[in-house]
T-cell receptor, first 109, second 116 residues
Framework: KNEVEQSPQNLTAQEGEFITINCSYS?????LHWLQQHPGGGIVSLFM???GKKKHGRLIATINIQEKHSSLHITASHPRDSAVYIC???????????FGTGTRLTIIP | NAGVMQNPRHLVRRRGQEARLRCSPM?????VYWYRQLPEEGLKFMVY????????ESGMPKERFSAEFPKEGPSILRIQQVVRGDSAAYFC??????????????FGSGTRLTVV
């Protein structure tokens, strides 16, 4: 089973700050998901990536397959970015996703 | 494309009643996954289905829970004789083919089940 660790668990920052959330996993994977969940809300898939880097607006996701590590960055953070960010990886050889415990991000105006 | 549709959004059931949660995958998606998020806990896999087949139900509790994805119509997650511990958010996701091929999931908005 793939073990997934996220850090930090909680992060509070001022509006405009550069944000980094980290995700490490234990077993080699084909692709990794970054998800966003607002309180009481649904889950939005931000990125799926299997190598290198992806960018969407102010969000950037990177992955290092050799080191089994991924990061999610938010540039020029805004209060509306306040949410829980979750990384998820498939278990090797089957379809289940294993999720990190999430990082609760709060951006203060 | 309406995305993954889950209904109801909120469901309240008394202990002992049955809960039926529905998930309509995105058009063209034949793979459905159900996940549960208990209060203050992370998401946990429950079951993976393709049309008319259960592929992996290793995350489903052994009793009271069942899932189906018929040839026609939505996928249904059914919980019989609900207990307070079943109160959670239940999320459905769909994909056009196996996740391992790199095609992404799309998640629904979830059904929040409250057992009173």
């Amino acid at each position: 089973k793939n073990e997934v660790e996220q850090s930090p668990q909680n992060l509070t920052a001022q509006e405009g700050e550069f944000i980094t959330i980290n995700c490490s996993y234990s077993v080699g994977i084909s692709a990794l998901h970054w998800l966003q969940q607002h309180p009481g809300g649904g889950i939005v898939s931000l990125f799926m990536l299997s190598s290198g880097k992806k960018k969407h607006g102010r969000l950037i996701a990177t992955i290092n397959i050799q080191e089994k590590h991924s990061s999610l960055h938010i540039t020029a953070s805004h209060p509306r970015d306040s949410a829980v960010y979750i990384c998820a990886v498939p278990n090797f050889g089957n379809e289940k996703l294993t999720f990190g415990t999430g990082t609760r991000l709060t951006i203060i105006p | 494309n309406a995305g993954v549709m889950q209904n109801p959004r909120h469901l309240v059931r008394r202990r002992g009643q049955e809960a039926r949660l529905r998930c309509s995958p995105m058009k063209g998606h034949s793979h459905v996954y159900w996940y549960r998020q208990l209060p203050e806990e992370g998401l946990k896999f429950m079951v993976y289905l393709q049309k008319e087949n259960i592929i992996d139900e290793s995350g489903m509790p052994k009793e009271r829970f069942s899932a189906e994805f018929p040839k026609e119509g939505p996928s249904i997650l059914r919980i019989q004789q609900v207990v307070r511990g079943d109160s959670a958010a239940y999320f459905c996701a769909s994909s056009p083919m196996s996740f391992r091929t790199g095609n992404g999931y799309t998640f629904g908005s979830g059904t929040r089940l409250t057992v009173v």
